[in-house]
């Protein structure tokens, strides 16, 4: 049976399964909360990488794939191994973990997951708990294999605003969507976006909800499987 219903349970790992594998190194481990956090204690052997000021507003294909070989190289140097599976964490299943998945899939890596719940979860069942740094091990180049269909620039997105089937996402929190707050150059959203804020995925522990419960949140909105999805 696969896990909450998933149709690809493959991409998240629970803190149960890690625990099980943790002394056989299978997995590249990576944290990526505030330094502060990972020095008060991590999952043993994780690499520290926190990911949240890394992004780009220019995502003209170009410039794009130049940030996305910085990135490639970033990793390099601090250990990921792209020959194993890459587990990145958080606190919860949250959105710094969320990028280096996302990273690892557009960069083409074969098995990026993600663990259910964070850290949270890791404390949860018990796991060890380590104040030791992980030193960077001498690691191949990231390959990437880009996987364009996984990003949208705004060119692209402009030319699909009109289109029936096409559903722009707005993740953010509701004073951002509804132009209450400004964090970007205005203030407001894409035309057409339908709102859900990424925490609706989770449920009270942090963790993703199952998937018939994602599934009626978002069928309830209008966002179906007939449907290209872009999220921001």
Request: aromatic share 10%; glycine share 8%.
């Amino acid at each position: 049976m696969n896990y909450k219903g998933y149709e690809n349970p493959q991409l998240v790992i629970t803190a149960e399964a890690l625990k099980d594998e943790l002394d056989k190194e299978t997995f590249c481990i990576v944290d990526t909360r505030p330094t502060y956090e990972y020095i008060r204690g991590h999952i043993p052997g994780a690499l520290h990488l926190d990911l949240f000021g890394l992004s780009l507003t220019d995502t003209r294909m170009e410039t794009f794939d130049t940030f996305i070989g910085m990135m490639a190289y970033l990793f390099q140097q601090r250990g990921l191994d792209p020959g194993k599976p890459i587990v990145w964490y958080e606190d919860i299943s949250g959105t710094r973990a969320s990028r280096g998945f996302w990273f690892c899939e557009y960069m083409g890596h074969p098995e990026p997951r993600l663990l259910d719940g964070g850290f949270k979860a890791w404390l949860a069942v018990e796991g060890p708990v380590s104040t030791s740094g992980a030193e960077p091990s001498d690691v191949p180049p990231f390959a990437i294999q880009a996987k364009h269909d996984t990003h949208m620039n705004v060119d692209l997105i402009r030319l699909l605003l009109n289109r029936d089937d096409f559903v722009p996402l707005d993740t953010r929190t509701p004073d951002e969507h509804y132009g209450r707050v400004a964090r970007a150059a205005r203030a407001g959203a894409i035309p057409g976006s339908i709102h859900l804020e990424w925490i609706d995925n989770l449920d009270e522990n942090g963790a993703f909800k199952p998937a018939a419960e994602l599934r009626a949140m978002y069928e309830e909105v209008g966002i179906t499987s007939d449907k290209q999805v872009m999220c921001y």
